[in-house]
């Protein structure tokens, strides 16, 4: 889990951990519910976007159906993101890396 990860690394407890994490992404969820950009510096941004109405179409039975317009995020990685991730998938993966955090669990 990711606050468990963040409690190794900065030798908090696991609850300040995750309050803190939890407090962080209440910020960035009321930033982006006020319409405005999220920076995460050497990490990414978030922004909300408005998506258009359009035609859909169901990929099982081929019936198209009105999607209606709706705001969405976009993440966009930073340059150093990127750079990091295209080293990092050039070489093997520690076996620490792939257990210390999972996302989603």
């Given at each position: 889990?990711?606050?468990?990860?963040?409690?190794?690394?900065?030798?908090?407890?696991?609850?300040?951990?995750?309050?803190?994490?939890?407090?962080?992404f209440?910020?960035?969820?009321?930033a982006?519910?006020?319409?405005?950009?999220?920076?995460?510096?050497?990490?990414?941004?978030?922004?909300?976007?408005?998506?258009?109405?359009?035609?859909?179409?169901?990929?099982?039975?081929?019936?198209?159906?009105?999607?209606?317009?709706?705001?969405?995020?976009?993440?966009?990685?930073?340059?150093?993101?990127?750079?990091?991730?295209?080293?990092?998938?050039?070489?093997?993966?520690?076996?620490?890396?792939?257990?210390?955090?999972?996302?989603?669990?």
């Amino acid at each position: 889990m990711l606050s468990e990860a963040a409690a190794r690394r900065t030798g908090l407890s696991k609850a300040d951990a995750a309050a803190v994490g939890e407090a962080m992404f209440a910020l960035m969820s009321d930033a982006l519910m006020a319409g405005e950009n999220v920076k995460l510096t050497a990490f990414g941004s978030l922004q909300v976007r408005e998506r258009a109405e359009r035609l859909g179409r169901n990929p099982r039975t081929g019936t198209e159906h009105r999607i209606s317009p709706r705001r969405t995020v976009v993440f966009t990685p930073s340059a150093q993101l990127r750079d990091a991730l295209g080293r990092y998938a050039a070489k093997p993966r520690p076996a620490e890396l792939t257990s210390d955090i999972r996302l989603g669990a």
